[in-house]
């Protein structure tokens, strides 16, 4: 079963408007953390924001926020104010802790296109 | 400025023949990372490093080698086994700790092409 799944392949915004990008996670850890990078079309990954599973208010970074619903195990990506620089690849992740509390390795999904529309 | 640099940014690859691909950081990361990425669709883990003279197999190890003989630098060789070697190699580091909150930061990546 896929631990990351991001259900949305493409998505379209307007210049300035908000976009939600989903992602969802199977784990039965307690203990993780999500997070989301950007890869513009020359194919570096910039990371953009990380939420841990005990964290009880939802990340942001600029323009970018992370809607966590833990029940749900849901951490979606909301970037506000869309820009034309926005358009990209966009890729959600989870890093699950190793016995002891070691950092497990990142997990990916197979990540949403967003093309913003002038 | 610190960051990771692969290079080269392009290679092909002759049938038969092993190449290897080039990750330095200068970030004082203990962990190095390879992770193949095919077109639509994420990241998949190679080999990683938490410690010099140290690396372990990912997912799709197979056909691939890597050695980290400096906490700088993490090479990774496409082997002649390697029999679909066309893809985007990613190289990335991070710090290693207690806790999941340390993020992977990446390089520009090197696009292996076969000739």
């Known amino acids: 079963a896929q631990k990351i799944t991001q259900t949305q392949p493409g998505m379209f915004v307007q210049e300035k408007e908000a976009v939600t990008l989903d992602c969802t996670y199977d784990t039965s850890d307690q203990s993780y953390g999500l997070f989301w990078y950007k890869q513009p079309s020359s194919g570096e990954m910039i990371f953009l924001i990380y939420?841990?599973?005990?964290?009880?208010q939802n990340a942001t970074e600029g323009r970018y926020s992370l809607n966590f619903q833990k029940a749900r195990k849901s951490a979606n990506l909301v970037i506000s104010a869309s820009q034309l620089g926005d358009s990209a690849m966009y890729f959600c992740a989870m890093r699950e802790l190793n016995y002891g509390g070691s950092q497990g390795n990142l997990i990916f999904g197979k990540g949403t296109k967003l093309s913003v529309k002038p | 400025d610190g960051g990771i640099t692969q290079s080269p940014k392009y290679l092909f690859r002759k049938e038969g023949q092993n190449v290897t691909l080039s990750c330095e950081q200068n970030l004082n990361h203990d962990a190095m990372y390879w992770y193949r990425q095919d077109p639509g669709q994420g990241l998949r883990l190679i080999y990683y490093?938490?410690?010099?003279?140290?690396?372990q197999k990912g997912d799709i190890a197979e056909g691939y080698s890597v050695s980290r003989e400096k906490k700088e630098s993490f090479p990774l060789t496409v082997t002649s086994a390697q029999k679909n070697p066309t893809a985007f190699y990613l190289c990335?580091?991070?710090?290693?700790?207690?806790?999941?909150?340390?993020?992977?930061?990446f390089g520009d990546g090197t696009r292996l092409s076969i000739l």
């Open positions: 490093s938490q410690i010099v003279n140290d690396f």
């Open positions: 939420q841990g599973s005990y964290d009880e």
């Open positions: 990335a580091s991070s710090m290693v700790g207690q806790g999941s909150h340390q993020p992977q930061h």
